[in-house]
């Protein structure tokens, strides 16, 4: 018999990236430099917001599909959303001081805690022994 896998929660996840982005950004501090630590935190906020809004639009969008509302507000929604964020790292990475090595670490905070919560869900289920 196969083992269902399971996907983890987008809360956990959240809770994971802040974890992570905090001891990637002390690593950053010690290692590196204040600016870095404090870029590092700015890209891991970018991330975590990113993915709220993602949750947010996702859940709306399923509640007005279910309601038989037309799929105009998804279509224009979420590529919206991308342009916002893409347009808001552009001005923060290009437009003023922060550091670029500190801001991309803290962007793949969210990878590591994606990572690490779907290995403590699927690790954490009992194995279950085929008929």
Do not use: H, W
Request: charged share 10%; net charge positive.
């Amino acid at each position: 018999m196969k083992r269902m896998r399971t996907l983890p929660a987008l809360g956990a996840i959240q809770r994971t990236n802040i974890i992570v982005a905090c001891m990637a950004s002390l690593a950053l501090l010690e290692f590196r430099s204040s600016a870095s630590a404090i870029s590092c935190l700015l890209g891991a906020s970018v991330v975590i917001a990113n993915l709220f809004l993602l949750a947010f639009l996702g859940r709306l969008l399923l509640a007005s599909a279910a309601g038989g509302a037309s799929g105009a507000l998804g279509a224009v929604a979420l590529p919206l959303k991308l342009i916002i964020i893409a347009g808001l790292v552009y001005v923060v990475l290009f437009r003023s001081g922060i550091d670029g090595v500190g801001f991309a670490i803290g962007l793949f905070t969210q990878l590591v805690a994606v990572l690490i919560e779907t290995t403590r869900c699927n690790l954490s289920q009992p194995a279950q022994v085929g008929v």
